[in-house]
């Protein structure tokens, strides 16, 4: 059996890019890195447990993907420019295919982000990933969730919804509509769930065009209630405005609402940008290649039944849903 | 039961400190942290594993230390200064003495080094903590793997293998002399163990004088082994001379030398420098309260044996002792 040394080595050790802001990569006490003059490091950590973010028997090369992915996302929503992550992870054997494969995933996403693995720690124990992101950002530049603004529209990119269809898939949830929701929808919608698309070109367009963002990770209504909350603001939001996933999209208008509201693990932006600013948003997605959704408003606060955020259906008729945010320790 | 965010908020999140390098702490997608003028940033990021890297049912308070210390160490073996860090960690259960306890001792330490906690992520899972912690140091002064040069002394910081005496004494190992090593004295032993002192105003001190460093945390052996490779050269050290933990002191000689050079936990400091520099070595350990201890010098490179490490005793005599270092999917 390789020793932990040998398994690192093999699998993640790779020369430095050319241009590197990397001064020092893998295998010393500790990495070094410079960012560029004038600019501010943006760093984010996420940790992935296996059975609670994925599943135990994920395909290693997708999780390789996603676990980059959820940390290259943090970056996109704070108009960062991804430059090195450190991997550390827990296994419970070192297996060499699995290792291949799982580094096959995670490098693929790193260079197509210029991204490079500066360091990590390996050990045995439960299946465990843990992964702290670098980027740059320019000095006051950030897409900061303190930012929002009365009056600014409130945008998503991509589409919601198709991960946490998939999810309700693999469990057979009842309430999907077995038609339109065959074995070929799951996979697609799979796809959102094991493969992420993190945001990264368009938080770097929406530099110095939007106000505040956050990328939705658990769930839109849960993650536009930190900008909410830090920006002082309430908010108001067409449920049927919001872009459902394509297989979502087929599915009946009660579903389609709660899982495009509060599904989780989309890993879309959702940003402010004053109304003005709408023709640059839009030349910004251009540029990024990215959808993007116009979907509500900043409201100055409260409104009157108490709550920051209303939700509201094409008429503008105010919806109660009984849904909740993701949260980690309450749910499941 | 507290959701996750109010656990966080509660124990974790704090106001920054006056002239942080800090530009946005806990609570966005992303800290923002700029190193100061002429300053690379250091990154290291450990994990540690309940069953692996310590009891399951490890003191909370002591636990949150060693955390912390762990990743201390790996900066104060680049000369690095501490800024910062990141706390992911997966629990059981949210339990609120629990994690009181944890943050109390993590963040103590934390305190004593100006080192902020900037962001997190808490999960539920087995338990598993991940930290990265960031330090800066100026351009080129970084004390590096590849740097040391035929005719360096070889020193050591503080004392060794006190800790391993400890996890002997948990595990009731034969080897000891059960007449000096008794419930008092593992306790004392246990406090290397649970509570490590990371040696970074050592590694302030040395920047500048020493040519190579690496901290000790899997055994004297496999550490500066990883110097001599990345060196490319040799070493001779003398058994005899390496400073054992006062615990390990009144131990027979077998157990004395295998605990003291393939220990593991020890988190002291391995450093190289030059015979010319060994008064500059004194005033530096003064300065930072640390003692040091010559123990052996760089060679060349392999010796005849193609050794690159010759271990020998107080008269020069070649040892060849049956010890390895450690390494986490090949032992236990």
Chains 1, 2 share one sequence.
């Not at 994920?58 to 993907?65: C, S």
């Not at 995670?106 to 990933?129: M, S």
């Not at 897409?143 to 945008?155: E, F, H, Q, S, T």
């Not at 990264?200 to 367009?205: N, T």
Request: aromatic fraction near 6%.
């Amino acid at each position: 059996m390789l020793s932990e040394f040998e398994l690192i080595a093999r699998y993640f050790t790779r020369p430095l890019h050319a241009g590197s802001r990397v001064a020092l990569g893998v295998g010393d006490d500790c990495a070094l890195l410079a960012p560029s003059p004038g600019m501010q490091l943006a760093i984010s950590t996420d940790m992935l447990v296996a059975g609670r973010h994925f599943f135990p028997d994920a395909d290693p090369r997708q999780l390789g993907h996603k676990c980059l992915a959820v940390n290259l996302s943090d970056l996109a929503a704070m108009g960062a420019k991804p430059l090195a992550f450190t991997l550390a992870f827990s296994l419970p054997e070192a297996n060499a295919e699995w290792l291949s494969a799982f580094a096959c995933g995670l490098l693929a996403l790193a260079d197509r982000h210029g991204c490079e693995l500066i360091g990590g720690d390996t050990t045995k124990g439960p299946l465990n990933i843990c992964i702290t992101v670098f980027g740059e950002v320019p000095l006051a530049q950030a897409l900061r969730r303190d930012a929002a603004k009365p009056g600014d529209d409130i945008w998503i990119s991509g589409s919601l919804g198709d991960a946490r269809l998939a999810l309700a898939g693999y469990r057979n949830e009842t309430s999907l509509d077995a038609a339109t929701f065959d074995a070929a929808a799951r996979d697609i919608a799979g796809t959102r769930m094991h493969a992420p698309t993190p945001r990264v070109e368009l938080g770097l367009a929406l530099r110095g065009i939007a106000h505040a963002a956050i990328d939705i990770s658990d769930g839109l209504i849960g993650d536009l209630g930190h900008i909410l909350e830090k920006s002082n603001v309430g908010a108001t939001i067409d449920a049927d405005a919001l872009p459902a996933g394509p297989m979502l999209a087929q599915q009946p208008q009660d579903l389609r609402r709660r899982f495009a509201l509060a599904g989780g693990d989309d890993y879309e932006l959702c940003f402010t940008a004053p109304a003005s600013a709408r023709d640059a948003v839009l030349a910004a997605a251009r540029s990024a290649s990215t959808a993007v959704t116009r979907v509500g408003v900043i409201d100055a606060g409260h409104n009157l039944q108490g709550h920051a955020l209303r939700i509201v259906d094409a008429q503008g008729n105010p919806l109660s849903l009984d849904i909740h945010s993701f949260d980690h320790f309450t749910t499941s």
